[in-house]
């Protein structure tokens, strides 16, 4: 279930790669109607809700507003935690103790966790405010868990585990 965050996360960043690129080779005006129905087959990864809630379109367009609006805040967080975990490699790597550069870095790392969670949080709670009670319980019961133990890099194998 850990993993489900990072696919989801790598799902959300495949889609804008694969938006940014069409989008810039195609310079052509659309029609709104047109427009607001391929914005919605643009976020593919947001299909699952609407299946597994059985959204209204009113309730998926909402969703999907709140979703490409914390799309920036998710990828600068990653950035971040991404260029986090290369400092405290490369300081891990060429020491022979905890010296006070890696021990900032990895406070900084702790605090771009923190960071992430709560927007994270932030994020999942106003995306249940479109929902009905029932539905917002229900999407909270399976997202907060991913929050709660979201690990800030992929997991690898290791005896124990």
Known sequence: ???GLWILAAAVLAG???FIVTRSQ???TIPE???AHDRQSQLP???WLRQEFKLT???FAKVSELH???RPTCEDLCAKVMASQTKMKKLVGVGTQVSPELKAALQEHAALHVECQTAML???YQTATCLSLDQARHYLDAMLPQVIEMVMEPETSHPGH
């Open 68 to 70: 490409l609006a914390y």
């Open 57 to 59: 379109d009113e309730q």
């Open 16 to 18: 804008l790669a694969g």
């Open 122 to 124: 932030n994020h999942l």
């Open 45 to 47: 990864e947001l299909e």
């Open 33 to 35: 109607k047109i427009a």
């Open 1 to 3: 279930m850990k993993r």
């Open 26 to 28: 195609c310079d052509c």
